[in-house]
């Protein structure tokens, strides 16, 4: 028995000895998840080889030197808690795609881990202070973005940018442009390509048709380095909006595609990184570091990126095997992980790292032009039927509050914040059964009644099905009807749907025109509530015109209070999922950005080498 008591307390010390030790510091995560997930299966792979490997020149790293300078006389940075980094070892994540692998950005499903390609700008700046602005939702701030194949632009207007490209880009060593200097040239081939606008190309890529910036018209190049961004309208937040897509933005080589064969893997090349070097179909993505990349890390200017010699994607058709590869260290970093899987990895694995993200909901929509969803009335009775604290401390597990919104409140100085709200705008999202009955009998409807909401599998139903039962609480019926995802989306945007439609709250897009659009009268294709309000319109219109960030951010919480007050949907919450990562990984801190906007993420962490030979990984 002492033995075995000796044994347990030496694996207890052995595991916070890691812990201290790993570079990366614990966040907080909640303790009051009443649910556990089962055990998952051992990591497999499946898959025949259908190429070789392309080996690289062996070439000399570029690599920091320790200063001579003692610590205690440098400059301190947030950062510096990581350590120095360390090159060398590999980096595994799985393939979150919901499709098979894509070489040509021409497509977009697959197009995520085009990690030899590069973006005009980057969605996270490393030196910026997490605790400032963590990167862990879909959206940058403008002020919070940093320019990459761009050194610096200007936004002239509302409808100009001009983007100055960063001299001394070298496209990889590898035909067919065997290192030659990037140029703004090069831009502007893309931006015609996708968007149809010159070079040959007419028609727009049809994948990126409703997903390209807002009234993006053309790049055009006006020298080798200066690059002119011209939207059709005024828009208000054109950057933000070229910023995302990512695979919009990831600039390929003109000389690529004319050579054709574009879904060959072994002709992928880019500016970036990582070179792409292997790829076994339904098994795995190998890149290997490009040798002459032309980037430096911000936080260690002296350190020419990547740090690890490899970064290998595996093909993990399920989320229990890549749970169970997590466990086992067969990759290193998990990101969107469910409330349940993470209170189940915190108990298998505590020394696992684990980040908090804000996440959106599944809500509501209603025809605000059709009976009886165009009396305010009747849809702020809806909204006092639902018991938001309920669901969030049952169905969610008390991981969120159930604090109502409409845009996600993570997307601090965008979002109409709750603590703001005046106390009668809070009431009408509380939980009232008596004034809901009330509403509905001065509406016309002392019965309630029947109605319909269409959804699809992309939205929970589990949570549907609450939010039904709630509602026969004010003798509100509805029934829900599900349609396969194509099914729907050609339903409601053909505005067939006549009652409820399946809905987004919290919403957490890293571009602010979608989420305007949602209620904008002259966009039924994203205004599925067909929403006809002249002073959301105005909200609009001003956003559109403004070129401040401030601006910007002030007109989108005043279109966030407008939906609010006016009760366009029926509101939820913010949800949350987690980011989960291994205590070896270091200069990560659970940002979004490893699929899509990877290439720049993935380059600027390293592993530490004796902390996961201490872990026996």
């Given at each position: 028995?002492?033995?075995?008591?000796?044994?347990?307390?030496?694996?207890?010390?052995?595991?916070?000895?890691?812990?201290?030790?790993?570079?990366?510091?614990?966040?907080?995560?909640s303790?009051t998840?009443?649910?556990?997930?089962?055990?998952s299966?051992s990591?497999?792979?499946?898959?025949?080889?259908?190429?070789?490997?392309?080996?690289?020149?062996?070439?000399?790293?570029?690599?920091?030197?320790?200063?001579?300078?003692?610590?205690?006389s440098?400059?301190?940075?947030?950062?510096?808690?990581?350590?120095?980094?360390?090159?060398?070892?590999?980096?595994?994540?799985?393939?979150?795609?919901?499709?098979?692998?894509?070489?040509?950005?021409?497509?977009?499903?697959?197009?995520?881990?085009?990690?030899?390609?590069?973006?005009?700008?980057?969605?996270?700046?490393?030196?910026?202070?997490?605790?400032?602005?963590?990167y862990?939702?879909?959206?940058?701030?403008?002020?919070y973005i940093?320019?990459?194949?761009?050194?610096?632009?200007?936004?002239?207007?509302?409808?100009?940018?001009?983007?100055?490209?960063?001299?001394?880009?070298?496209?990889?060593?590898?035909?067919?442009?065997?290192?030659?200097?990037?140029?703004a040239?090069?831009?502007?081939?893309?931006?015609?390509?996708?968007?149809?606008?010159g070079?040959?190309f007419?028609?727009?890529?049809?994948?990126?048709?409703?997903?390209?910036?807002?009234?993006?018209e053309?790049a055009?190049?006006?020298?080798?380095?200066?690059?002119?961004?011209?939207?059709?309208?005024?828009?208000?937040?054109?950057?933000i909006?070229?910023?995302?897509?990512?695979?919009?933005?990831?600039?390929?080589?003109?000389?690529?595609?004319?050579?054709?064969?574009?879904?060959?893997?072994?002709?992928a090349?880019?500016?970036?990184p990582?070179?792409l070097?292997?790829?076994v179909?339904?098994?795995?993505?190998?890149?290997?570091?490009?040798?002459?990349?032309?980037?430096?890390?911000?936080?260690?200017?002296?350190?020419?990126?990547?740090?690890?010699?490899?970064?290998?994607?595996?093909?993990?058709?399920?989320?229990?095997?890549?749970?169970?590869a997590?466990?086992?260290?067969k990759?290193?970093?998990?990101?969107?992980?469910?409330?349940?899987?993470?209170?189940?990895?915190?108990q298998?694995?505590?020394?696992?790292?684990?980040?908090t993200?804000?996440?959106?909901?599944?809500?509501?929509?209603?025809?605000?032009?059709?009976?009886?969803?165009?009396?305010?009335r009747?849809?702020?009775?809806l909204?006092?039927?639902?018991?938001?604290?309920?669901?969030?401390?049952?169905?969610?597990?008390?991981?969120?509050?159930?604090?109502?919104?409409?845009?996600?409140?993570?997307?601090?100085?965008y979002?109409?914040?709750?603590?703001?709200?005046?106390?009668?705008?809070?009431?009408?999202?509380s939980?009232?059964?008596t004034?809901?009955?009330?509403?509905?009998?001065?509406?016309g409807?002392?019965?309630?009644?029947?109605?319909?909401?269409?959804?699809?599998?992309?939205?929970?139903?589990?949570?549907?099905q609450?939010?039904?039962?709630?509602?026969?609480?004010?003798?509100?019926?509805?029934?829900?009807?599900?349609?396969?995802?194509?099914?729907?989306?050609?339903?409601?945007?053909?505005?067939?749907?006549d009652?409820?439609?399946?809905?987004?709250?919290?919403?957490?897009?890293?571009?602010?025109p979608?989420?305007?659009?949602?209620?904008?009268?002259?966009?039924?294709?994203?205004?599925?509530?067909?929403?006809?309000?002249?002073?959301?319109?105005a909200?609009?219109a001003?956003?559109?015109?403004?070129?401040d960030?401030?601006?910007?951010?002030?007109?989108?919480?005043?279109?966030?209070?407008r939906?609010?007050?006016?009760?366009?949907?029926?509101?939820?919450?913010?949800?949350?999922?987690?980011?989960i990562?291994?205590?070896?990984?270091?200069?990560?801190?659970?940002?979004?950005?490893?699929?899509?906007?990877?290439?720049?993420?993935?380059?600027?962490?390293?592993?530490?080498?004796?902390?996961?030979?201490?872990?026996?990984?």
């Amino acid at each position: 028995m002492k033995m075995k008591i000796v044994s347990a307390l030496a694996i207890v010390l052995f595991i916070v000895l890691v812990s201290t030790a790993s570079c990366t510091p614990s966040t907080t995560t909640s303790t009051t998840i009443s649910q556990t997930s089962t055990s998952s299966p051992s990591l497999t792979t499946t898959g025949t080889p259908v190429s070789t490997t392309i080996a690289l020149p062996e070439q000399t790293k570029t690599k920091t030197t320790s200063s001579t300078v003692p610590t205690s006389s440098k400059e301190t940075h947030w950062w510096d808690k990581w350590g120095e980094p360390q090159y060398g070892g590999k980096i595994t994540i799985p393939f979150n795609s919901p499709g098979a692998p894509k070489f040509d950005n021409y497509s977009f499903i697959g197009a995520n881990y085009q990690w030899w390609l590069e973006t005009p700008w980057s969605p996270i700046d490393p030196t910026m202070d997490r605790s400032i602005w963590s990167y862990r939702i879909g959206f940058t701030p403008e002020k919070y973005i940093t320019g990459n194949l761009l050194e610096k632009w200007e936004i002239t207007d509302a409808q100009t940018i001009i983007g100055h490209v960063r001299k001394g880009i070298k496209w990889q060593n590898k035909p067919p442009v065997n290192g030659r200097e990037f140029t703004a040239y090069d831009m502007q081939a893309h931006y015609d390509r996708l968007m149809g606008t010159g070079g040959g190309f007419t028609e727009p890529a049809p994948m990126y048709i409703g997903m390209s910036p807002p009234y993006f018209e053309k790049a055009t190049a006006t020298d080798k380095y200066t690059v002119v961004f011209k939207f059709s309208r005024p828009t208000g937040s054109g950057l933000i909006g070229l910023v995302d897509p990512f695979a919009f933005n990831t600039i390929e080589a003109p000389e690529w595609v004319a050579q054709g064969d574009l879904e060959n893997w072994k002709n992928a090349v880019g500016t970036g990184p990582w070179i792409l070097t292997n790829y076994v179909e339904g098994s795995s993505m190998t890149f290997k570091r490009n040798p002459e990349y032309w980037g430096h890390d911000q936080r260690y200017p002296e350190n020419q990126p990547p740090y690890a010699d490899e970064l290998s994607v595996l093909m993990i058709p399920d989320v229990p095997t890549k749970l169970a590869a997590l466990r086992t260290g067969k990759i290193d970093v998990f990101d969107g992980v469910s409330w349940e899987q993470a209170k189940s990895l915190s108990q298998t694995n505590p020394e696992l790292k684990q980040a908090t993200v804000s996440s959106g909901a599944t809500a509501v929509g209603l025809r605000n032009d059709k009976a009886p969803f165009n009396d305010i009335r009747v849809r702020k009775a809806l909204q006092l039927a639902l018991d938001l604290k309920s669901i969030a401390s049952g169905y969610f597990g008390g991981t969120v509050d159930g604090t109502p919104c409409w845009i996600n409140p993570g997307l601090k100085g965008y979002a109409y914040e709750y603590k703001d709200w005046p106390q009668e705008l809070k009431d009408e999202y509380s939980h009232n059964l008596t004034k809901a009955r009330q509403l509905l009998t001065e509406a016309g409807y002392p019965n309630g009644f029947k109605t319909n909401i269409v959804t699809s599998g992309m939205y929970d139903v589990g949570l549907l099905q609450i939010i039904k039962a709630q509602f026969l609480d004010i003798g509100v019926d509805m029934e829900i009807k599900m349609m396969d995802q194509g099914t729907f989306r050609s339903y409601v945007n053909a505005g067939k749907h006549d009652q409820m439609v399946a809905w987004n709250s919290a919403m957490v897009q890293a571009s602010m025109p979608p989420i305007l659009a949602r209620f904008d009268s002259t966009n039924l294709s994203l205004n599925w509530c067909h929403v006809n309000d002249p002073g959301y319109d105005a909200i609009v219109a001003q956003f559109n015109k403004a070129t401040d960030p401030d601006e910007v951010a002030r007109l989108m919480r005043e279109s966030d209070k407008r939906v609010l007050e006016q009760h366009y949907i029926i509101s939820t919450f913010a949800t949350v999922t987690y980011n989960i990562w291994q205590p070896y990984l270091c200069g990560y801190e659970g940002e979004a950005w490893l699929g899509w906007g990877g290439t720049f993420t993935t380059a600027r962490i390293w592993i530490d080498q004796q902390a996961k030979k201490a872990m026996g990984r």
